[in-house]
């Protein structure tokens, strides 16, 4: 697995630190966006129409996810088959590149779930110290 | 670590997925900046001045890492000490959040690393496929 291989190779990826970050900046201007993120969450349970997948991600219009399957669809992370049938039906699934980024996205999941109360915490601090906090008051 | 107790709770994790989805989102706007991922790699290494910063991240312009070191200050991952020496010396350090946000963008870096060979084969033969190659030619 890349992830254990990844913190085994700890002190022989610092040597390589500043490559990694430039790779790793330019992928993360693809799978950082939310919602490649949320949909590459929502395949991982297995293929789904297009509906579907907007149904479960719930927030995201017809146009940002037809752009955001597109996109990875050209990174091959995602496979688009259509079906002959009457009305057509169009599925997508993970490939195997897909669903390997599965797991680098749910650890970096579980740290966000944890540390959200922090940095929430964090930035109220900062705002109140700085003066930038904006007023919600009625 | 963070990061081992997601992947032993993965079937617990299922089940979250959707609320965990969210939270990735809302974070990733922020951590999933390139510019962001850079230089939480930069100061991994310990306590730097803007302009070491600066100078190891390269193409990185003043302005922007002015913002980025001040999302992150006011996100509670990086602190900034002002010294009062001539001339004023300014540190900026990783936080012990900022500093377990390190493994997470490792392993993700890995994954970049690993697969960008990949993900660019994938665009030149979608490219190729769909006719939408940029001309490149003299």
Redesign the interface.
């Given at each position: 697995m890349?992830?254990v291989?990844?913190?085994e190779?700890?002190d022989a990826?610092?040597a390589?630190?500043?490559?990694?970050?430039?790779?790793?900046?330019?992928?993360?201007?693809r799978?950082?966006?939310?919602?490649t993120?949320?949909v590459v969450?929502?395949l991982?349970?297995g293929p789904l129409r297009f509906n579907s997948i907007m149904r479960?991600?719930g927030a995201v219009s017809h146009r940002m996810l037809t752009l955001t399957l597109r996109a990875l669809?050209?990174?091959?992370?995602v496979t688009r088959t259509a079906y002959a049938t009457i009305p057509p039906k169009v599925e997508y699934e993970l490939t195997v590149?897909g669903r390997?980024?599965i797991?680098?996205?749910?650890?970096?999941?579980?740290?966000?779930?944890?540390?959200?109360p922090?940095?929430e915490?964090?930035?109220r601090?900062?705002?109140d110290a700085t003066g930038q906090r904006e007023i919600v008051k009625a």
């Open positions: 890349a992830s291989a990844a913190v190779e700890h990826a610092n390589n630190d500043h490559a990694n970050c430039r790779a790793l900046g330019q992928i993360l201007d799978v950082g966006d939310k919602w993120v949320m969450g929502t991982s349970r479960e991600i669809e050209r990174d091959g992370m590149l390997s980024l797991d680098p996205l749910r650890i970096l999941s579980a740290w966000a779930v944890e540390n959200q922090t940095i915490s964090a930035r601090q900062f705002d």
